[in-house]
């Protein structure tokens, strides 16, 4: 996963300003309890810290892939 899917995950399911508190701020200890900050910092792929993230906030399995686009009514 590369960091701007990250960062639209995190946005979409967060929102911006909320996201940006739980990457600086949360803890995460299955990643060796550091933040999502200091992970990436570190080199740790993003989807490993976004499944901690969705562990640790309850994001159920259906959003983690992303909001998906409501799909198109066909014009008889």
């Known amino acids: 996963m590369r960091l701007s899917q990250?960062?639209?995950?995190?946005?979409?399911?967060?929102?911006?300003e909320y996201a940006q508190v739980i990457t600086r701020d949360l803890v995460l200890g299955?990643?060796?309890d550091r933040t999502a900050e200091?992970?990436?910092?570190?080199g740790e792929d993003p989807k490993d810290i976004w499944l901690a993230i969705c562990?640790?906030?309850g994001v159920p399995k259906e959003r983690r892939?992303?909001?998906?686009a409501p799909k198109k009514?066909?014009?008889d």
């Open 6 to 16: 990250f960062t639209q995950l995190m946005h979409d399911e967060f929102t911006p």
């Open 30 to 32: 299955e990643l060796g």
């Open 38 to 42: 200091r992970a990436l910092a570190d």
């Open 55 to 57: 562990h640790a906030e």
């Open 65 to 68: 892939n992303g909001k998906r």
């Open 73 to 75: 009514q066909r014009a």
